[in-house]
């Protein structure tokens, strides 16, 4: 029986997406967007962000705009919230 008290995992993804993607936004910030990869990077740099979370944002496509934290996960490969209707 599960603990109907726990946290669960939205739809579409899983947990190590979620830590990811909350790593990378709790070093960004809201006051980034939007923003390109090397921007992003520098911001990353600038709060002293991981290895993990710098390595996943040089990974980003050169020269596209993001416009928040989910098109970064989307970009990344790393599950997101389905949206629902």
Same mark, same amino acid.
């Not at 008290?5 to 939007?34: M, N």
């Not at 050169?62 to 490969?77: H, I, K, P, T, Y």
């Given at each position: 029986?599960?603990? $109907?008290? /726990? ?12 830590? =990811? ?15 390109? %990869?090397?921007?992003?990077?520098? =911001?990353?740099?600038? +709060? +002293?962000?991981?290895? %993990? ?5 040089? %990974?980003? $496509?050169?020269? /596209? /705009?993001?416009? +928040?934290?989910?098109?970064?996960? =989307? ?7 389905? /949206? %629902?209707?």
């Amino acid at each position: 029986m599960t603990d $109907p008290h /726990q946290e669960g995992t939205p739809a579409g993804t899983s947990p190590a997406d979620v830590d =990811r993607r909350s790593a990378i936004a709790e070093v960004l910030g809201k006051e980034v967007w939007p923003a390109d %990869r090397d921007t992003l990077v520098s =911001r990353a740099q600038e +709060n +002293n962000a991981t290895d %993990r979370v710098l390595s996943d944002l040089r %990974r980003l $496509p050169e020269g /596209q /705009q993001f416009e +928040n934290v989910q098109d970064v996960a =989307r970009a990344l490969g790393l599950g997101t919230e389905q /949206q %629902r209707f």
